[in-house]
């Protein structure tokens, strides 16, 4: 069964930094494009950044550009996610996700509409 698995979040302070990784279960998930969502209580998911499967290409929200910094090593099959300048506001669970990088993936993306998701990991940053 394909996994992909979440680690590195916890409990921050304002302006700390946290950096989450996400390690898939199978070789074939290095040729999928990758992206991190979150979700905050009562609220949607929603995207936050994505990576094409060469790392030619990234995306990141309106909200942590210039913040977040998306990577992969498709060596380790694993994707990161380095969070700087961390705000109370980007409390919430975030999850990993792969979809195939046919046409419009960037746009599903944004609708955080992938195909495969890992379970999540909580971020929390006090204030």
């Known amino acids: 069964q394909v996994q992909l698995v979440e680690s590195g979040g916890g409990l921050v302070q304002t302006g700390g930094s946290l950096r989450l990784s996400c390690a898939a279960s199978?070789?074939?998930?290095?040729?999928?494009?990758k992206g991190w969502f979150r979700q905050a209580p009562g609220r949607e998911r929603e995207f936050v950044a994505a990576i094409s499967w060469r790392s030619v290409s990234t995306y990141y929200a309106d909200s942590v550009k210039g913040r977040f910094t998306i990577s992969r090593d498709n060596a380790k099959n694993t994707v990161y996610l380095q969070m700087n300048s961390l705000k109370p506001e980007d409390t919430a669970v975030y999850s990993c996700a792969a979809t195939l990088p046919t046409t419009g993936w960037v746009d599903r993306a944004r609708q955080a509409d992938f195909d495969f998701w890992g379970q999540g990991t909580q971020v929390t940053v006090s204030s």
């Open positions: 199978e070789r074939t998930f290095s040729t999928y494009a």
